[in-house]
Nanobody
Framework: QVQLVESGGGLVQAGGSLRLSCAAS????????MSWFRQAPGKEREFVAA????????YYADSVKGRFTISRDNAKNTVYLQMNSLKPEDTAVYYC???????????????WGQGTQVTVSS
């Protein structure tokens, strides 16, 4: 069992930066693939980034590639999402998720956090 709690969201101007954190409980955190998703009002939840548990390979949606960086600290049971050069279209609730593989399909994830709001003003 893994419980996930996101933090770090807020209001930022376009071009600014935020770092999201996702703290996990459970001794098996290090064996899970971790991902970030986001959901804007009226839209489906979409994949943002993922990181594997072994060699720490990373994957990004095209819309955030080059601007966002996902990382994890297994000693702290935490995964991060550094978001730079934010745009108004990045406005959404951001969720972290834990699963047994990297997938853009939300059904492949076993655990979800409650989400943290990110608002980017123009």
């Amino acid at each position: 069992q893994v419980q996930l709690v996101e933090s770090g969201g807020g209001l930022v101007q376009a071009g600014g930066s935020l770092r999201l954190s996702c703290a996990a409980s459970g001794r098996t955190f290090s064996s899970y693939y971790m991902s970030w998703f986001r959901q804007a009002p009226g839209k489906e939840r979409e994949f943002v980034a993922a990181i594997t548990w072994g060699v720490l390979s990373t994957y990004y949606a095209d819309s955030v590639k080059g601007r966002f960086t996902i990382s994890r600290d297994n000693a702290k049971n935490t995964v991060y999402l550094q978001m730079n050069s934010l745009k108004p279209e990045d406005t959404a609730v951001y969720y972290c998720a834990a699963g047994n593989g990297v997938s853009v399909d939300i059904r492949q994830y076993d655990y979800w956090g409650q989400g943290t709001q990110v608002t980017v003003s123009s």
